[in-house]
T-cell receptor
Framework: DSGVTQTPKHLITATGQRVTLRCSPR?????VYWYQQSLDQGLQFLIQ???????AKGNILERFSAQQFPDLHSELNLSSLELGDSALYFC????????????FGQGTRLTVV | LAKTTQPISMDSYEGQEVNITCSHN???????ITWYQQFPSQGPRFIIQ???TKVTNEVASLFIPADRKSSTLSLPRVSLSDTAVYYC????????????FGAGTQVVVTP
């Protein structure tokens, strides 16, 4: 158990819909990362937050957005969903920005039908 | 971010030592080398990190030559449960926010 909690574990939704994925980082971790993993794209970095502020952005689509709240939990919002958005979405957290040791959650498996 | 190159797959038998080499020719002076392990449908797990020479922990060893253009992750006496994808990442404290995972190396351990 990494200490990072992601909900829900599974999500099935229709194209065009909007979903919210939630992540609770390890206690004390200030940095949260979001990743997307699909079969044909591998593990893709989406976005990072540190203590409530966006710190780094990867290949995140404009239809996707995220935020980190004052209690440090984070949400990833996916809208206008397409079939190609079906993937495993991972959240990870780390103590700060100075280390590469991030702890990953078990992921949310999103299926768009 | 430094680009990394790893073998796509490696096979091994239980009890053998597995060595995975990662090439990172354009590694920067302040870059560290980090390895992660990922089992199917699970999030990656940090294994080890190093800057130069050799680093060892309870799971693996990381060998980094003087020129730092490559590194080798060594898994001693592997078991079936070591079957996983192993990722090599290179970056600095300025770039950890963009932990970029490549394709990784699929290691398959058989009895």
């Amino acid at each position: 158990d990494s200490g990072v909690t992601q909900t829900p574990k599974h999500l099935i939704t229709a194209t065009g819909q909007r979903v919210t994925l939630r992540c609770s980082p390890r206690s004390g971790d200030l940095s949260v990362y979001w990743y997307q993993q699909s079969l044909d794209q591998g593990l893709q970095f989406l976005i990072q937050y540190y203590n409530g502020e966006e710190r780094a952005k990867g290949n995140i689509l404009e239809r996707f957005s995220a935020q980190q709240f004052p209690d440090l939990h984070s949400e990833l919002n996916l809208s206008s969903l397409e079939l190609g958005d079906s993937a495993l979405y991972f959240c990870a957290s780390s103590v700060d920005l100075s280390r590469a040791e991030a702890f990953f959650g078990q992921g949310t498996r999103l299926t768009v039908v | 971010l430094a680009k990394t190159t790893q073998p796509i797959s490696m096979d091994s038998y239980e009890g053998q030592e597995v060595n995975i080499t990662c090439s990172h020719n354009n590694i920067a002076t302040n870059d560290y080398i980090t390895w992660y392990q990922q089992f199917p449908s699970q999030g990656p797990r940090f294994i080890i990190q190093g800057y130069k020479t050799k680093v060892t922990n309870e799971v693996a060893s990381l060998f980094i030559p003087a020129d730092r253009k490559s590194s080798t992750l060594s898994l001693p006496r592997v078991s079936l449960s070591d079957t996983a994808v192993y990722y090599c990442l290179v970056g600095s404290t300025d770039s950890w926010g963009k932990l970029q995972f490549g394709a990784g190396t699929q290691v398959v351990v058989t009895p």
